[in-house]
């Protein structure tokens, strides 16, 4: 399944890997991609389920069934880590825009956050709602939005939520 977002066009193939493509999309017609960087990571258990690069683009973050978030350094495609904070498959994954963290979501309606450094991660308080997207606003604040059609944002660095956003609807 092919991607393209801001010039990037990202390739999941049928044998679970994952292929990252650059390319400038000024510089080349839209029918036709000029490759610039290529890896090849395998899969975090069965399947991918979610894939963010870090604003830099040293890393990649894969996520899947398992629910083992995996970090890959960029371009080689080198395993970094593997971050344990789902039971359940993962939905989404953000990085901070600093770089200093990273945030998942899973089916078990858990939000991980991990320093991307090194040390042990934590779980944000559960929600009841299914947690699918996730947005950092800066360095320290999060975003997450689920099934229950709210916005919670949250500081990171305290765990303690700072704000909700309520009467959205699908």
């Excluded at 229950?148 to 309520?166: C, F, M, P, Y």
Aim: net charge positive.
């Amino acid at each position: 399944r092919d991607l393209e977002e801001h010039g990037r066009l990202v390739v999941h193939d049928e044998h679970s890997r994952l292929r990252r493509c650059r390319a400038r999309a000024h510089a080349v017609p839209s029918s036709a991609w000029v490759k610039l960087t290529h890896a090849r990571v395998p899969a975090p258990g069965q399947d991918i389920r979610a894939v963010m690069f870090s604003h830099n683009d040293q890393m990649l973050a894969v996520g899947g069934r398992s629910g083992t978030l995996r970090l890959y350094s960029m371009p080689r495609g080198e395993l970094v880590r593997d971050i344990d904070g789902h039971r359940q498959r993962i939905r989404a994954i953000a990085f901070s825009t600093d770089g200093s963290y990273i945030a998942s979501s899973g089916e078990d309606r858990l939000v991980h956050v991990a320093p991307l450094a090194a040390g042990q991660g934590y779980n944000l308080p559960q929600r009841p709602a299914k947690i699918l997207a996730l947005a950092f606003c800066g360095p320290q604040q999060l975003a997450t939005a689920g099934s229950d059609n709210q916005i919670h944002l949250w500081d990171v660095a305290t765990k303690e939520e700072i704000g909700s956003l309520r009467g959205h609807t699908g």
